[in-house]
């Protein structure tokens, strides 16, 4: 079977990318196979289009890691909370998290990408508040 093209609009930037996928393997992957398993030959950046439809520089900017900020402190990461209005158990919640499925991480590469997570939840939120017409 020959490939067919498919084309992705990402839901950050509304940038549209088309590429070429073999139309069983796209079955198979919507059907439960990994997508690197399923699509071996797309790049990393084309299976993150197909499984969020964000494109690589919108995911990039979204969960970058500055690899330079060891010696930030667990009360920065407070005060990151702070700036975008976290809930406290929220946040530490979020914290430990983050924590379990990356223990390697410095507190000032936790703090980043816990930042840049919150800030996504938090357009979010208005997207939805706005959508769906609700005040609060």
Same mark, same amino acid.
């Given at each position: 079977? =020959?490939?067919?093209?498919? &084309? ?18 796209? +079955?198979?992957?919507?059907? =439960?196979?990994? @997508? +690197? ?21 919108? #995911?990039?900017?979204? #969960?970058? /890691? ?7 402190? /667990? ?12 809930? +406290? &158990? ?7 998290? @983050?924590?379990?499925? #990356?223990?390697?991480?410095?507190? =000032? ?15 979010? @939120?208005? /997207? ?5 017409? @609700?005040?609060?």
């Amino acid at each position: 079977m =020959g490939m067919q093209s498919v &084309e992705v609009t990402c839901n950050r930037c509304d940038n549209d990318f088309s590429f070429n996928v073999n139309p069983a393997d796209l +079955q198979e992957w919507e059907e =439960g196979k990994l @997508i +690197q398993d399923a699509m071996p030959y797309l790049d990393k950046a084309q299976r993150e289009l197909l499984i969020s439809q964000t494109c690589d520089d919108c #995911f990039s900017e979204m #969960f970058s /890691i500055d690899f330079d900020d060891e010696n930030d402190t /667990i009360d920065e990461e407070r005060e990151t909370m702070s700036d975008h209005k976290a809930d +406290q &158990e929220d946040w530490e919640q979020a914290t430990e998290i @983050i924590r379990s499925a #990356f223990p390697k991480l410095s507190t =000032g590469q936790r703090k980043k990408l816990l930042s840049n997570m919150w800030e996504e939840v938090i357009k979010t @939120i208005e /997207i939805l508040k706005k959508n769906l017409d @609700i005040d609060s």
